[in-house]
């Protein structure tokens, strides 16, 4: 069963949420030190992202899809729970970029590895990666192809967030 219908839906990820659409959608974010995961599954062709500020919940901390293990997780179980099987599902890793110009500590790649670690231990390969380095990013994940548009920003500017001026 196929969810690609004749509309294309356009939705902007804003940092600590999670979204897995019923149809097909594009999927944008803004990302400097934060990192989003887009997870697809192959069968079904239907995927979701998630787009996270920080790398790991603290023990006092209520959980939150601000944080990577959390966010990473919970996109797993929401496919899981749609029907998808590990088997098909395979995930692509974006942002956790570190400019010292604008901070002095490097949460970006702690962000990177939580979600590293969350993916090894779930046993969901990671197809791809555009991570870390000086630049932010804006990317586009079309959840029906898997395909992915980035585009490197030296900074982000207001123009950068959705709805795009």
């Known amino acids: ?17 999670i979204y897995l659409p019923v149809s097909q ?21 239907t995927g979701g992202m998630t787009h996270f500020l920080y790398p790991e919940k603290l023990d006092t901390d209520k959980p939150r899809a601000i944080y990577g293990d959390v966010s990473t997780l919970t996109l797993i179980k929401m496919l899981l729970a749609k029907g998808s099987k590990k088997k098909y599902l395979e995930a692509q890793l974006f942002g956790g970029a570190f400019n010292s110009k604008y901070s002095s500590e490097d949460i970006g790649k702690s962000n990177i590895l939580s979600a590293r670690k969350i993916l090894e231990r779930e ?43």
């Open 1 to 17: 069963m196929s969810n690609k219908d004749n509309s294309v839906h356009n939705y902007f990820i804003q940092p600590g949420y």
């Open 25 to 45: 959608t594009k999927i944008s974010a803004v990302l400097g030190s934060s990192a989003a995961v887009a997870i697809y599954d192959k069968s079904k062709k």
């Open 123 to 165: 046993n969901i390969p990671l197809a791809s990666e555009d991570t870390g380095g000086e630049k932010g990013r804006k990317i586009i994940f079309d959840t029906y192809t898997n395909e992915i548009v980035i585009l490197k920003v030296d900074k982000l500017r207001q123009s950068d967030w959705y709805p795009y001026s």
